[in-house]
């Protein structure tokens, strides 16, 4: 979700402004996804580098999370939407980690969307962790080094239950991944727009995923491969 400063600075508004306004397309993009049928969809709301920035623009940052928590999550829950937070939250506020805590216990048990929020959250980080858990495990007696493969290591990252995104999407025209969850971009679709992200509506989330359903995913077959795994996958679907 990139582009909220700018959107702000266009107006002759405080980057706060664009950051306010960022929270009506998180929601435009939150409903949307739960009429589609999206299975998740996550969020990247705050990086382990955002920390770097005006302590007074971090404040403001802290204090919408928490009212948008306040604000969203009966919503959320009606919705049926499960929310979970991913991040080392150990760095945010105390009251901020509880709210959390119990945002995610409300929403546990719904399963019509998964939705998570990326907050203090960093790719790389995310690497290390699942590398500290495993030797831990390995240390305790209760893992072989050899046993240690790419679904292992996957299970050991923040969101282990969960399949790898199919798409990213980047708004505010910048080409580039900044260090969101890279184990599981692997083979993501990649799709970046100019749109600042509080323009970025139920149009503009549209628009991405129809540009989506064009690309034509091969996994590193070949393009006939993969046309014919589609035509068994779906001849045995006409056979129920
Ligand atoms: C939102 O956009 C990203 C957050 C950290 C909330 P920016 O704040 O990066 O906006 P620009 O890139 O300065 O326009
Ligand atoms: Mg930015």
């Known amino acids: 979700m990139d582009g909220n400063g700018r959107w702000a600075k ?4 405080p980057r706060t402004a664009g950051h306010r306004e960022g929270v009506k397309s998180v929601r435009a993009v939150v409903e949307e996804s739960v009429r589609r049928g999206v299975e998740t969809l996550t969020l990247f709301a705050f990086s382990s580098e955002n920390w770097q ?3 007074s623009e971090v404040n403001i940052l802290m204090e919408l999370f928490m009212s948008a928590l306040r604000s ?3 919503r959320l829950h009606k919705n049926e939407v499960r929310l979970r937070i991913i991040g080392a939250r150990d760095a945010f506020p105390e009251k901020l980690q509880q709210r959390i805590a119990e945002a995610e216990a409300l929403t546990a048990n719904n399963r019509r969307l998964n939705l998570q929020v990326a907050a203090n959250y960093g790719g790389r980080w995310d690497i290390v962790q699942a590398t500290r858990r495993l030797i831990a495990e390995v240390q305790a007696g ?3 080094p050899d046993a240690i493969d790419e679904r292992i290591f996957a299970q050991h990252l923040s969101f ?4 790898e995104p199919d798409l990213f999407i980047r708004t505010g025209g910048e080409q580039r991944l900044s ?3 890279l184990w599981q971009c692997a083979y993501a679709e990649l799709y970046f727009t100019d749109a ?3 323009d970025f509506d139920e149009a503009a989330y549209g628009h991405a995923l129809e540009e989506y359903s064009r690309r034509q995913r091969r996994f590193g077959r070949t393009g006939e491969q993969q046309a ?3 035509a068994t996958v779906s001849s045995s679907y006409a056979r129920g």
């Open 228 to 230: 014919e795994t589609l």
């Open 160 to 163: 282990p239950d969960l399949t």
């Open 196 to 198: 600042l992200w509080p």
């Open 142 to 144: 209760h893992l072989e």
């Open 72 to 74: 969203e999550v009966r």
């Open 10 to 13: 266009q107006r002759g508004r």
């Open 53 to 55: 920035r005006p302590r």
């Open 179 to 181: 260090n969101f969850v």
